[in-house]
């Protein structure tokens, strides 16, 4: 078939319909992308709400995705070693266990991001402060605006320049779960909560439903094509919390949320992220009329990519799948290459299917391994050759 432009093949894969090659995106934090950009001489790579696009698209990017949620500012942006950063939820950030790099450390760093060899693994940003850990806090507490024009307006920007070729999604992650507990009341308080003081954490979900619903809206109405909602609640072998317990907490405000979204564009694709294994809830994804589940790190439940296919393909599109934890920056540029091509045959073949790596591409993967990639993802990744003939 002819050559489609971007934002076509990647509505189409979503829609499950025929297209020419396997759609891609590719997300990398900071260091990945100074170290890749390098290579193409491009000088602008922002991540986050500074995001540029310029390198992902050189790579071969379909669509742009842009962040807006809890997560867009703390874990992107540079945090001194023993400073604590506010963001507009009042939660506060500083560096990880890890403890960070001094001057000299990070000099030595830096002659690490060269274009051979893994990198050192980067101390990253965490939460140190959470806002609301009682009745009282909660009941005092003020949510942000979701009309915030330093949310909104680089959006329209991107829109402008970019939707004619490109498709477009604005990503919320964290949402409800993942950004009650990782941020908003912290990890330890959350899951003691759910049993201690539950009107404490149904008032603070509420609180979120309520907020990104009214954010999404407000985005929605900007014209993008995708919204992607991002609920971190996979382990590595299972879900943090029970099917059950899921469904009780946030099935029924996701609908709540999703029915919004579809009534300021009822034609609005919409994304469902959790990280790890929440492969039991994938049928309730599709009842939710969610269209595209990811980033399928294979672990747990989710590394029988074909089960997983045939039982869920027909019903919802899926995109990753491919190992970030240990093949693409442990493996051999041999070993990259072969697990590409068995990410195509167990979930492209049939259509539906948006390659990408399973999170993000850090900073200790080698630059041989990130262009193992992307050549194997051309090589493999054209319907009529194989593996998708």
Not at 63 to 79: E, L, V
Request: proline letters at 5%; glycine letters at 8%; one cysteine or more.
């Amino acid at each position: 078939m002819k050559e489609l432009l971007p934002r076509e093949r990647f509505a189409r894969a979503v829609r499950h319909e025929k297209v020419d090659r396997v759609p891609l995106l590719y997300r990398m934090k900071s260091e990945a992308k100074e170290k890749i950009a390098r290579v193409y001489g491009v000088t602008k790579t922002g991540t986050g709400m500074k995001h540029n696009p310029e390198l992902e698209l050189r790579l071969g990017n379909d669509a742009i995705i842009y962040q807006i949620g809890i997560n867009a500012q703390f874990s992107h942006r540079h945090i001194e070693i023993g400073e604590t950063w506010y963001n507009h939820f009042g939660v506060g950030y500083g560096k990880s266990g890890l403890q960070g790099r001094t001057a000299e450390e990070h000099e030595l760093f830096t002659k690490t991001q060269e274009f051979w060899g893994p990198a050192k693994v980067v101390p990253e940003n965490f939460p140190n402060h959470h806002p609301i850990t009682s009745l009282e806090e909660l009941k005092n507490y003020t949510w942000p605006d979701p009309a915030d024009p330093a949310l909104l307006d680089p959006i329209k920007s991107l829109l402008d320049e970019y939707q004619d070729e490109y498709f477009i999604i604005v990503d919320l992650s964290s949402t409800l779960i993942e950004a009650a507990y990782a941020h908003l009341v912290g990890t330890q308080n959350f899951f003691l909560m759910l049993f201690d003081q539950p009107e404490l954490i149904d008032g603070v979900l509420d609180g979120l439903t309520e907020y990104y619903t009214q954010l999404g809206k407000n985005v929605i109405d900007l014209g993008i094509d995708m919204i992607r909602v991002g609920d971190d609640i996979g382990a590595q072998q299972s879900m943090m919390i029970s099917p059950a317990q899921w469904r009780e907490l946030a099935k029924p405000r996701f609908q709540y949320m999703f029915d919004e979204f579809r009534k300021s564009n009822s034609e609005i694709f919409i994304k469902l992220h959790s990280c790890g294994d929440y492969s039991p809830i994938i049928g309730d994804m599709i009842e939710l009329g969610v269209d595209l589940s990811g980033l399928m790190q294979p672990t747990g439940g989710n590394k029988n990519q074909v089960e997983l296919k045939s039982k869920f393909g027909d019903d919802i599109a899926f995109i990753g799948g491919f190992d970030v934890q240990r093949l693409l920056p442990r493996g051999q540029v041999e070993q990259v290459r072969n697990g590409v091509c068995e990410v195509m045959k167990n979930l492209a073949t049939g259509g539906g299917y948006i390659f990408s790596p399973s999170h993000y591409i850090l900073a200790d993967v080698p630059i041989q391994n990130i262009f193992t990639m992307l050549e194997a993802q051309r090589d493999f990744g054209t319907y009529g050759k194989y593996p998708l003939n």
